[in-house]
């Protein structure tokens, strides 16, 4: 059953590369819009690299694409899509607003609990309510959760980067970081602070590859799609996902 799925969906997938690919002039140039948010993205320092960036690059190779990274905080990357810069986000997770600007083509990408990081025991987090009357420090542009997204009883303060947010935790300018499970405890591990993680969290949704509605890499999506169910197949996804879990809990 395995060998006939595989089959399947290379008859899917193939056409495209073989358009795309060595029989024709030239491959398809996919330009994808990414922040620098170690271990997803790693886009300083050399070749683009990250657990989102990984997987994206074996669906690339399948379907004979060559791939272009513009590295910009997360809220200039939307601004990029909606502009036309850019063709694919990776790892956004689905609003009622994103979906104005992109298709949410693929959840390539596993769910990751929200946490929220603490230095002073006075801003341990133990319920939703503890939140109220703490700054809270979250990165420009990010989704979270809806009640915590559309809450504005909370005070938010914005950075760029979470390494920034924990270096704002440090000075005091911030009580609380909340952040995806793995980019927090990479980003406190990156700067040798020793943070505390609170006991309340609230559990991860599946984050996505999008494609920009305004992009002609849209009417690839089917071929994406299966070009993630191969490689899901073949065990390479879930071999990613387990290099970079092991990783951050070394």
Known sequence: MRVFATAVLMALVVPVSAQQGTETVEALT????????????????????????????????????????REAPFRRVLRMVQQGEVDVMLGPLETAERTELMEFVAPAFPPERRLFFY??????????????GRAIGI?????????????????????????????????????V???????????????????KVSPFFVPGERSYIAVAK?????????DIRAALKLIELEGIHEDLVLKYMDRVAE
């Open 214 to 222: 305004n992009s002609p890499v849209l009417k690839y999506a089917d």
């Open 119 to 132: 230095l002073n025991a006075e801003n341990r987090i133990e319920r939703y309510a503890d939140l109220y």
């Open 139 to 175: 990165l420009e542009g990010e989704s979270y959760f809806s009640r915590f997204d559309t809450d504005d009883k909370l005070l938010k303060e914005p950075a760029p980067r979470y390494e920034n947010l924990m270096l704002m935790m440090q000075k005091g300018r911030v009580d």
């Open 177 to 195: 970081v909340i952040a995806p499970e793995l980019v927090g405890l990479y980003a406190v591990e990156k700067l040798g602070l020793d943070v």
């Open 30 to 69: 996919v330009t994808v819009g990414a922040n620098h948010a170690p271990p997803y993205r790693i886009i300083e320092g050399g070749e683009p690299t990250g657990l989102y960036v990984d997987i994206f690059q074996e669906i690339a190779d399948r379907l004979g694409w060559k791939v272009h990274y």
